[in-house]
């Protein structure tokens, strides 16, 4: 029962970094290679910028380290049902809130880039 209400945990958190990789890519392949890309805005004006790779990849990094660690702490030797329900309750709450930030962050970005002229038109 513990083991399957972690594999529970694992599916949702996969889910969660697949739909941040897809809007990764999608993003990605909009935004050209040498655009510096706002990381940090104020009232819609950028505050901070950075190269594409580090803007579009390191919310999805910092989230995969977290599930990676959420994941050896769900099957932690003697955990009982109580443990595994609340780590479960933890990683069923990180893991859609992590992807709702990341699409939140990328439309806001690529918002911004279309307004200053950035962008390509999309196909």
């Keep these: 029962m513990i083991r399957a209400i972690s594999i529970g945990g694992d599916v949702l958190w996969i889910l969660a970094l697949a739909l941040m990789a897809s809007f990764t890519l999608a993003a990605w392949k909009r935004i050209g290679a040498g655009v510096r890309v706002p990381v940090l805005w104020r009232a819609g004006a950028p505050l901070l910028r950075a190269p594409r790779w580090a803007a579009l990849l390191a919310l999805p990094l910092i989230t995969f380290a977290i599930g990676a660690w959420l994941q050896v702490e769900s099957r932690e030797p003697g955990r009982d049902l109580t443990g595994a329900l609340v780590v479960l309750g933890v990683r069923a709450t990180l893991a859609p809130l ?26």
């Design 98 to 123: 992590f992807a709702i930030l990341h699409l939140g962050r990328v439309q806001k970005t690529l918002a911004m880039l279309e307004v200053e002229g950035a962008l390509p038109p999309p196909r």
